[in-house]
């Protein structure tokens, strides 16, 4: 993984390749390479198909310490599981603190990019082991400046708000909220302002995660009906569900760029230097202090 190899040369460590292998009956095998005894263990893993890699994730921790390994740790550029933080129906699965908690029985300590979080403050009130949420408006706005100096940012709803807010203001250009309104995982209804300054400059819609690209669709069609400029689309994870890649590129946005929190062609800002420093952070540490089941209430 090109990401792990940048990681490592940053960080000086050493880069081995878990290997999964998946029995017809659905089972895993975890093998782990060389000699851990003693070494700090980071496993790099993005979470995009989250499922699959969730068991063998843990058995890759365990197995680490079983071979001595002092601490191991989880880089996961993209988390899942965070957009669920409330039980919306009766019934559901509050999915962001039980997936937390699966994580931190197997890791000591989680580095993440910019998670899906709505109504969750910060991860430090999901997680009881060291948790670092590395941020990606100065990355993204670094990369907005130097290659889209006319831009008119646009947020895709009113929770994106602050964040987009602060990527313009680090790339020093204005910005607007669009008004988004979803009635299906596939059905989203999106509102454009009308500005001068939108129609003057390149748009720049930004957005968090996108999965089926029905939200950044909807929002080139109104702005191009508008008389705008074909969009530029800025995404931090790049889910891009099915074909929503090319569904975008075909309603008609000029570029989609990315981070490489999730492999892709699209990737054009790199996390590197960021999660090698926040996971270098975190192994210097002292370990932690792990509260007891009749201590932890959530």
Same mark, same amino acid.
């Given at each position: 993984?090109?990401?792990?190899?940048?990681?490592?040369?940053?960080?000086?460590?050493? /880069?081995?390749?878990?290997?999964?292998?998946?029995?017809?009956?659905?089972?895993?095998?975890?093998?782990?390479?060389?000699?851990?005894?003693?070494?700090?263990?980071?496993?790099?893993?993005?979470?995009?198909?989250?499922?699959?890699?969730?068991?063998?994730?843990?058995?890759?921790?365990?197995?680490?310490?079983?071979? *001595?390994?002092?601490? /191991?740790?989880?880089?996961?550029?993209?988390?899942?599981?965070?957009?669920?933080?409330?039980? @919306?129906?009766?019934?559901?699965?509050?999915?962001?603190?039980?997936?937390?908690?699966?994580?931190?029985?197997? @890791?000591?300590? /989680?580095?993440?990019?910019?998670?899906?979080?709505?109504?969750?403050?910060?991860?430090?009130?999901?997680?009881?082991?060291?948790?670092?949420?590395?941020?990606?408006?100065?990355?993204?706005? *670094?990369?907005?400046?130097?290659?889209?100096?006319?831009?008119?940012?646009?947020?895709? =709803?009113?929770?994106?708000?602050?964040?987009?807010?602060?990527?313009?203001?680090?790339?020093?250009?204005?910005?607007?909220?669009?008004?988004?309104?979803?009635?299906?995982?596939?059905?989203?209804?999106?509102?454009?302002?009308?500005?001068? /300054?939108?129609?003057?400059?390149?748009?720049?819609?930004?957005?968090?995660?996108?999965?089926?690209?029905?939200?950044?669709?909807?929002?080139?069609?109104?702005?191009?009906?508008?008389?705008?400029?074909?969009?530029?689309?800025?995404?931090?994870?790049?889910?891009?569900?099915?074909?929503?890649?090319? $569904?975008?590129?075909?309603?008609?946005?000029?570029?989609?760029?990315?981070?490489?929190?999730?492999?892709?062609?699209?990737?054009?800002?790199?996390?590197?230097?960021?999660?090698?420093?926040?996971?270098? =952070?975190?192994?210097?540490? $002292?370990?932690?202090?792990?509260?007891?089941?009749?201590?932890?209430?959530?």
């Amino acid at each position: 993984m090109p990401l792990g190899d940048a990681i490592a040369k940053l960080s000086g460590a050493q /880069v081995g390749e878990v290997d999964l292998h998946r029995f017809p009956d659905g089972e895993s095998l975890v093998t782990l390479p060389g000699d851990l005894a003693g070494k700090d263990v980071a496993v790099l893993a993005t979470l995009r198909d989250p499922d699959p890699l969730a068991l063998p994730l843990r058995f890759a921790a365990e197995t680490a310490k079983e071979m *001595g390994a002092r601490r /191991v740790g989880l880089i996961t550029p993209y988390l899942a599981y965070m957009r669920q933080d409330q039980r @919306f129906a009766g019934g559901q699965a509050v999915s962001a603190p039980l997936f937390a908690r699966f994580l931190e029985e197997s @890791f000591d300590w /989680v580095v993440t990019a910019d998670p899906h979080l709505h109504r969750i403050h910060s991860l430090e009130d999901l997680f009881d082991i060291p948790v670092r949420r590395i941020e990606t408006a100065p990355l993204l706005a *670094g990369w907005i400046a130097a290659n889209v100096p006319d831009a008119m940012l646009l947020g895709p =709803d009113s929770e994106s708000r602050q964040w987009v807010a602060e990527v313009a203001r680090l790339a020093d250009r204005p910005y607007e909220v669009l008004e988004k309104r979803r009635s299906g995982d596939r059905s989203v209804e999106v509102s454009v302002p009308h500005s001068e /300054v939108l129609l003057a400059g390149t748009p720049v819609i930004l957005d968090d995660i996108v999965s089926s690209g029905r939200t950044l669709i909807e929002a080139i069609e109104r702005l191009l009906a508008a008389g705008a400029r074909p969009p530029i689309c800025v995404v931090i994870h790049a889910v891009f569900a099915g074909n929503a890649h090319d $569904d975008i590129l075909a309603a008609g946005a000029a570029r989609v760029v990315t981070t490489n929190s999730i492999p892709h062609a699209s990737n054009a800002v790199s996390l590197a230097q960021v999660l090698a420093d926040a996971a270098r =952070d975190l192994q210097a540490a $002292d370990p932690p202090i792990r509260r007891s089941a009749e201590q932890t209430t959530r």
